[in-house]
């Protein structure tokens, strides 16, 4: 596990990995987060006030925030030991250029996923569907 955070190179290199793993086992979770980093902020300096112009003045700051974007593959305490946590920073200028890659690396991680098989829950809905139809036309009839 790496302390602090990857190159965004060595992201993508990872994230492929951990997408690759998945995709041989035939199951689990991978989890993607982006938000953005405020972390190392200043934040000595006072906050502006609310007002009813803005009611969130943190929600514009002064100069735009890097993002952070983590990727994890969701083991539990129980398996703590084989928990992969990956994280990079991507500073605004580069945004666009590592969207673009990020998103390849998700689209062929995802490739190998299977879709999810609903017909089972379709057919309770229609057997739910039956009944209350059937129960619905005799609680007319029998106001009858």
Do not use: W
Request: glycine content about 6%; aromatic content about 6%.
């Amino acid at each position: 596990m790496p302390k602090g955070h990857l190159s965004n190179d060595d992201f993508f290199l990872r994230l492929s990995e951990l997408f690759d793993e998945r995709r041989q086992k035939d199951h689990g979770s991978i989890y993607l987060i982006q938000k953005r980093l405020t972390y190392g902020e200043d934040t000595d300096v006072d906050s502006p006030e609310a007002t009813t112009e803005a009611p969130f003045p943190d929600q514009n700051p002064s100069k735009p925030l890097p993002i952070i974007i983590r990727a994890t593959n969701g083991k539990s305490k129980v398996n703590r030991d084989k928990k992969v946590k990956l994280s990079t920073i991507v500073e605004v200028d580069a945004l666009e250029g590592f969207y673009a890659k990020y998103a390849e690396v998700c689209k062929l991680g995802m490739s190998g996923l299977k879709k999810r098989d609903r017909s089972k829950a379709k057919e309770k809905l229609k057997k739910k569907k039956k009944q209350g139809g059937a129960a619905a036309a005799g609680a007319e009839a029998k106001k009858s």
